[in-house]
């Protein structure tokens, strides 16, 4: 059964820092490992999307990265504004059309 | 498009009363998937459907809940009897054929059973 980690579990960083956030999982045999943001009360949007054929994707100050090999990813957060701040969560689909979700990080960014 | 509509926004219940939570996936879209998010256990899939079959239900936790999708564009959740550990937010999603493409969330329905 797939597992997703997602480390740390909550991360607190003054506003302009440059941030890396970490997703790990079991099961190499993915699909695709899409990263979701969630506001306090809110529903997930999605960020990013990565297909099991591809390295990395890129939209506006993020960046997430893909080794499928070792069961991992990292979602680059450049310049961190305070509107930053929610809780990051990855996901991963495997074959069967399931998706396996991390805890999540919780991002605080300080003005 | 409107994204993924989801009634109640909140639902506040007691004990042993019966809830249903709807959802409206987006237009086109052939797999809808229902979520529920607690503290303790973070995003668990319920259950998902493609093309309005249910396709894997091995996440619904009990007889308790039961889920159906009379057309490509409505589904219900149902809880009878409700119990305070059903307590979450659940979550609808839905997405385009093809499994490489993106799930839109719903913003959910927060559930309270007293």
């Known amino acids: 059964k797939q597992e997703v980690t997602q480390i740390p579990a909550a991360l607190s960083v003054p506003e302009g820092e440059n941030l890396v956030l970490n997703c790990s999982f079991t099961d190499s045999a993915i699909y695709n490992l899409q990263w979701f943001r969630q506001d306090p009360g809110k529903g997930l949007t999605s960020l990013l999307l990565?297909?099991?054929?591809?390295r990395e994707q890129t939209s506006g100050r993020l960046n997430a990265s893909l080794d499928k090999s070792s069961g991992r990813s990292t979602l680059y957060i450049a310049a961190s504004q305070p509107g930053d701040s929610a809780t990051y969560l990855c996901a991963v689909k495997g074959d069967n059309n399931d998706m396996r979700f991390g805890v999540g990080t919780r991002l605080t960014v300080k003005p | 498009d409107a994204g993924v509509i989801q009634s109640p926004r909140h639902e506040v219940t007691e004990m042993g009363q019966e809830v249903t939570l709807r959802c409206k996936p987006i237009s086109g879209h052939n797999s809808l998937f229902w979520y529920r998010q607690t503290m303790m256990r973070g995003l668990e899939l319920l259950i998902y459907f493609n093309n309005n079959v249910p396709i894997d239900d091995s996440g619904m936790p009990e007889d308790r809940f039961s889920a159906k999708m009379p057309n490509a564009s409505f589904s219900t959740l149902k809880i009878q009897p409700s119990e305070p550990r059903d307590s979450a937010v659940y979550f609808c999603?839905?997405?385009?054929?093809?499994?490489?493409?993106?799930?839109?969330f719903g913003p959910g329905t927060r559930l309270t059973v007293l």
């Open positions: 990565i297909q099991s054929s591809q």
């Open positions: 999603a839905s997405r385009a054929a093809g499994p490489y493409n993106e799930q839109f």
